[in-house]
């Protein structure tokens, strides 16, 4: 093999592994419900306050919920003291037609 086929050869096994790297899949900013396609942000999200007393954002549109981690620019944890642990404050059931019954 000549020295030019063996670097093509290198360069398209390289673009190769760079393509596989491009993330498949459903957009993970929306929902898939009963709001199917409607953006995650469009939803009214409340604080979870974890046993450890740090925040975490929540979300619950009566079919399904949300949870996520509430940090700091840094990506420290927020420990805010908004509630005691292991309460939920804000309007999180709010933003979806769906009734949640529990």
């Given at each position: 093999?000549?020295?030019?086929?063996?670097?093509?050869l290198?360069?398209?096994?390289a673009?190769?592994?760079?393509s596989?790297c491009?993330?498949?899949?459903?957009d993970?900013?929306?929902?898939?419900?009963?709001?199917?396609?409607?953006?995650?942000?469009?939803?009214?999200?409340?604080i979870?306050v974890?046993?450890?007393?740090?925040?975490?954002?929540?979300?619950?549109?009566?079919?399904?919920?949300?949870?996520?981690?509430?940090?700091?620019?840094?990506?420290?944890?927020?420990?805010s003291?908004?509630a005691?642990?292991?309460?939920?404050?804000?309007?999180?059931?709010s933003?979806?037609?769906?009734?949640?019954?529990l």
């Open positions: 093999m000549h020295m030019n086929s063996v670097k093509v290198i360069l398209l096994g673009a190769a592994g760079i596989a491009t993330p498949v899949g459903p993970k900013n929306l929902d898939r419900g009963i709001d199917s396609d409607a953006n995650l942000s469009t939803l009214v999200a409340g979870w974890d046993p450890n007393g740090c925040d975490h954002w929540i979300i619950d549109d009566g079919v399904e919920g949300y949870l996520s981690e509430r940090l700091q620019p840094d990506g420290r944890p927020v420990c003291g908004v005691p642990p292991t309460t939920v404050v804000g309007p999180f059931q933003g979806s037609p769906v009734p949640d019954f």
